[in-house]
């Protein structure tokens, strides 16, 4: 998977505007980031619960590894870009997405 593919993938989403903070685009719904891509564009993370992380990892230990410290603790997941396919990505970017979005739009998708 490239980052231009992950950005139209997480920009599909209901309501979800591209944005950046500490030098690197981050993608919100409702105000709050749900997904981002790294500084050097070879990964991205999304925000999931720590059940879902532990979901991910294990079906996909290739493509999905927690972020260190607090933030992988409670659930920020790394995605190896290289190792990913949409198949993949989308549950977790969605279900990122929903963990994020107001209970009115995540309802909808």
Request: proline share 7%; net charge positive.
């Amino acid at each position: 998977m490239t980052p231009a593919t992950f950005r139209r993938l997480a920009l599909t989403l209901p309501d979800t505007i591209e944005s950046a903070h500490m030098g690197h685009p981050d993608f919100r719904v409702g105000g709050k980031i749900f997904g981002t891509l790294g500084t050097d564009e070879t990964w991205a993370m999304v925000k999931l619960t720590p059940q879902q992380q532990a979901a991910f990892l294990q079906a996909h230990p290739k493509v999905f590894e927690p972020l260190n410290g607090a933030w992988g603790r409670r659930g920020c997941t790394r995605i190896i870009l290289k190792a990913a396919t949409k198949t993949i990505l989308t549950p977790a970017l969605v279900a990122a997405w929903r963990n994020t979005a107001p209970d009115s739009l995540a309802d909808d998708l």
